[in-house]
Structures are given as structure tokens and as C-alpha cells.
């Protein structure tokens, strides 16, 4: 790999409310917004040369790589390890309700039957990091969620994983190069051997 661009998907119909979903048997696509949202950006990524196109498993993010990669042959592989977080008590609930619980919350603790802790959330996206490295292609285009992304711009600036990170912007291209990614998940790595909260 010698580049990466990173994008979340378009607006949701969960995240236009500001809902949770990391439940892969609840169906939820892109909203109208969201539609155009990708639309605009597949425009703007039209004549950006892509050897790959990886995805995680969610509806949301399969819609918007399908309008990125609309009339161009470019070949496509799904990630799992690159999924939304599992809210546990939080699945369908509002974001802000989760993001206060996982303030006052230590990085190992899951948030109810079923959830995942930060930690495993860190641990998965470091993982997935560190595969894209390995890929032989040259540049591959990431669509996914909001939260892997915000851990991999904060850690290419040196920044550990926080308890609340900000949300990725929809649609958004963030280009880091092998360098950079490499990085990054040594960060995220690190962290996650000796979790700071």
C-alpha cells in the first residue's frame, strides 16, 4: 500500500438523528442527503487513480461505495474488523447518551450485554489498519465509519485514543500515505497495550 483515503458514508438515516447502530441486522441505508453526499464526492474522486475498495459490512457504507465506485472497475473487498462499534444498551439509543457513558467509563468496560468496550474497539481498528498496510495495492480507498476514522486522523497527529473524539465529517476524503498509516497504528498499537483511561 502506498496510499490510503479514508471516507465515512454519507448521512444515515440513524445518524441524520443522531441514533447508534452497530447492529448489522437493522437495516439502515442513506438518506437523501447522504445520497448526494456521495454523489459529490464520487465526482470530486472521479479521475483518482483506485487499485481497491474496502468496506465495512453496514448498508450506510456499502450504498456510499457504490456510488464512489459507479462505472468505474475497481475491485471491492468487506472488512468486518471495520464495522461500527457494538453499542450494547446504547444499540438504536442516541449518541450523546453513549458518548457521556464512555467518559465516565474505563476503556475496558462494555456498555451492557452484547457491547464492546473501547478497548476492543481500538484493539479491532488497529487490526484493520495494519492489514490495509499489507495490501499490495497502491492507492485503496477505506469507506467506513466515523469513529475508526477520527482514531486514525488522531493518531497520524499523535494523538492517543480518547474518550470522545470528534465525528468525522460525511463523505469527506482523508488521504494518509504508507508513511503516516504506519504511524498511526503503532500508535493505536502502543495505546492499546497500556490503555491511558
Do not use: C, K
Given at each position: 500500500m502506498r496510499r490510503v483515503i479514508l471516507v465515512r458514508h454519507g448521512e444515515s438515516e440513524y445518524s441524520a438523528r443522531a441514533a447508534l447502530n452497530g447492529d448489522l441486522t437493522t437495516a439502515v441505508g442513506l438518506t437523501p442527503a447522504g445520497l448526494e453526499q456521495a454523489q459529490r464526492l464520487a465526482e470530486r474522486l472521479r479521475d483518482?487513480?483506485?487499485?481497491?475498495?474496502?468496506?465495512?459490512?453496514?448498508?450506510?457504507?456499502r450504498e456510499t461505495a457504490d456510488?464512489?465506485?459507479?462505472?468505474?472497475?475497481?475491485?471491492?473487498?468487506?472488512?468486518?474488523?471495520?464495522?461500527?462499534?457494538?453499542?450494547?444498551?446504547?444499540?438504536?439509543?442516541?449518541?450523546?447518551?453513549?458518548?457521556?457513558?464512555?467518559e465516565s467509563t474505563s476503556s475496558s468496560e462494555a456498555p451492557g450485554a452484547g457491547g464492546e468496550s473501547r478497548l476492543a474497539i481500538v484493539r479491532r481498528y488497529a487490526r484493520a489498519f495494519r492489514?490495509?498496510?499489507?495490501?499490495?495495492?497502491e492507492t485503496i480507498?477505506?469507506?467506513?465509519?466515523?469513529?475508526?476514522?477520527?482514531?486514525?486522523?488522531?493518531?497520524r497527529d499523535g494523538r492517543p485514543p480518547g474518550a470522545r473524539v470528534p465525528l468525522a465529517e460525511y463523505a469527506t476524503p482523508y488521504?494518509?500515505?504508507a508513511e503516516e498509516l504506519e504511524r498511526t497504528v503503532a500508535l493505536l498499537e502502543a495505546w492499546a497495550a497500556k490503555p491511558t483511561w
Open positions: 483518482e487513480p483506485l487499485d481497491l475498495a474496502v468496506t465495512s459490512e453496514f448498508q450506510r457504507v456510488e464512489l465506485l459507479r462505472g468505474r472497475d475497481v475491485p471491492r473487498i468487506v472488512m468486518p474488523v471495520l464495522n461500527d462499534p457494538l453499542y450494547g444498551r446504547f444499540e438504536g439509543g442516541g449518541i450523546e447518551e453513549y458518548r457521556a457513558w464512555a492489514a490495509l498496510l499489507a495490501r499490495p495495492e480507498l477505506v469507506v467506513a465509519h466515523s469513529l475508526p476514522i477520527s482514531y486514525a486522523l488522531a493518531a488521504e494518509l500515505d
